[in-house]
């Protein structure tokens, strides 16, 4: 079956724009994940949701950051007024079953800042 | 709190040698266990977990882990590389305990195999 898909895969915004990335999981899957990866750098978490409850936003960095998941299938994720240092990858994540399963990874989208 | 180390930014193996991938865990209860590979401009791809059971668990790709407990270690291995084993890879572990699902990832282990 389909993967995770993630749109755009690339994004390039002028600081102080504003971005929303999209994330497609595996149909089913109750539990999404979001994370950023800096280059060189494991993925830090940001935010969870369990179906359309944000359950964990500790890892969103500053309150420019923004997640939602209204009908417990698609999320975005908004950046308002984009600075330098949010220049990373996005990466998207689901499970069906968050306590004991497997995290399927989308192949994520590229931000740079300019 | 829970985290993960990875001690070697590279490692360089043969083709055909066998490889190891190090990875050490910090955890208050009990820990869930997880490899992931990257390849260029790609997301992460799961290769092995250790939920409980066994110490030694076989994934994807030929690829094995062994948990050990009292070194709290948990080691990526194939007994023969493959060029096409080159990436990069990530521990990742979770309390059991916690009551949290969050994973906490390592810094990544650039894998390159040499023909």
């Known amino acids: 079956g389909a993967g995770v898909s993630q749109s755009p895969r690339y994004k390039v915004a002028k600081r102080g724009q504003d971005v929303a990335l999209r994330c497609d999981p595996i149909?089913?899957?109750?539990?999404l994940f979001w994370y950023q990866q800096a280059l060189g750098q494991g993925p830090e978490f940001l935010t969870y949701?369990?179906?359309?409850?944000?359950?964990?936003k500790s890892g969103l960095p500053s309150d420019r950051f923004f997640a939602e998941r209204p009908e417990g299938s698609v999320s975005t994720l908004k950046i308002q007024r984009t600075q330098q240092e949010d220049s990373a990858v996005y990466l998207c994540a689901s499970s069906s079953d968050p306590s004991t399963d497997t995290q399927y990874f989308g192949p994520g989208t590229r931000l740079t800042v300019l | 709190a829970q985290s993960v180390a990875q001690p070697e930014d590279q490692v360089n193996v043969a083709e055909g040698n066998p490889l190891t991938v190090k990875c050490t865990y910090s955890?208050?209860?009990?820990?869930?266990l997880f490899w992931y590979v990257q390849y260029p401009n790609r997301g992460l791809q799961f290769l092995l977990k250790?939920?409980?059971?066994?110490?030694l668990v076989k994934g994807s790709y030929g690829f094995e882990a062994e948990f050990n407990k009292s070194q709290t270690s948990f080691h990526l291995k194939k007994p023969s590389a493959l060029v096409s084993d080159s990436a990069l890879y990530f521990c990742?572990?979770?309390?059991?305990?916690?009551?949290?699902?969050?994973?906490?990832f390592g810094r990544g282990t650039s894998l390159i195999v040499h023909p």
């Open positions: 250790y939920i409980t059971g066994d110490n």
């Open positions: 955890v208050s209860g009990n820990p869930y």
């Open positions: 990742a572990v979770r309390d059991k305990s916690g009551g949290s699902y969050i994973p906490t």
């Open positions: 949701f369990q179906n359309e409850a944000q359950l964990d």
């Open positions: 149909s089913g899957h109750v539990s």
